[in-house]
């Protein structure tokens, strides 16, 4: 069973840089898409970013395209999205996701972390 867990939130000022961090356990991750969701309460959960397997072919959400960047670092089995140029509207959960299956920014992914709080405010 594939076990995801997230850190690197917390509280940024606007303008601000987090790095999230996604480890993976359970199994390799080379073979498994990526992906990060945020989700607010009271609103669906927004795809932000994917990568893929071999090439590492990467999709973002308009709403961060220029500002987030998302890695992956098999050897390590870790996932990463660095978020720059952070906006009071990238508050929220985010999540990460895996699946064997390309899913871009669908949220139908088998595998999900728990989530991590990133809240931007002066």
């Known amino acids: 069973q594939l076990q995801l867990v997230e850190s690197g939130g917390g509280l940024v000022q606007p303008g601000g840089s987090l790095r999230l961090s996604c480890a993976v356990s359970?199994?390799?991750?080379?073979?498994?898409?990526m992906g990060w969701f945020r989700q607010t309460p009271g609103k669906e959960r927004e795809g932000v970013s994917c990568i893929a397997t071999i090439g590492g072919r990467t999709n973002y959400a308009d709403s961060v395209k220029g500002r987030f960047t998302i890695s992956r670092d098999d050897a390590k089995n870790t996932v990463y999205l660095q978020m720059n140029s952070l906006k009071p509207e990238d508050t929220a959960v985010y999540y990460c996701?895996?699946?064997?299956?390309?899913?871009?920014?669908?949220?139908?992914?088998?595998?999900w972390g728990q989530g991590t709080q990133v809240t931007v405010s002066a």
């Open positions: 359970g199994a390799t991750m080379d073979v498994y898409y």
């Open positions: 996701t895996a699946d064997r299956v390309d899913k871009l920014l669908y949220p139908l992914y088998d595998y």
